[in-house]
């Protein structure tokens, strides 16, 4: 989990089904599922590894240097 706990009581706490964590320049890559009593494993696994492979890309496009902008279809900048 990740979250805050403040001096005036407040909290703030969210499950982090996604993460990626950068150390001595290796790309430390976790993904999860809410799995329930009526999960399927299959289609669980499936989407976990459709959420790694989302930071996977994300962390290649980083890589490659590409500008990406958030306005929609042919939104590929070209190279920084």
């Known amino acids: 989990a990740v ?3 403040s001096w005036n009581g407040n909290m703030d706490t969210a499950i982090a089904i996604r993460t ?11 993904a999860g599922a809410g799995v329930v009593a009526d999960s399927i494993a299959q289609q669980e696994w499936t ?9 996977i890309k994300a962390a290649a496009i980083a890589e490659s240097g590409l500008e990406l902008s958030l306005e929609g279809p042919g939104s590929r900048q070209g190279q920084r």
């Open 47 to 55: 989407e976990t590894m459709a959420k790694a492979m989302s930071v």
């Open 20 to 30: 990626a964590v950068l150390k001595d320049g290796r790309l430390h890559i976790q």
């Open 3 to 5: 979250g805050y706990f």
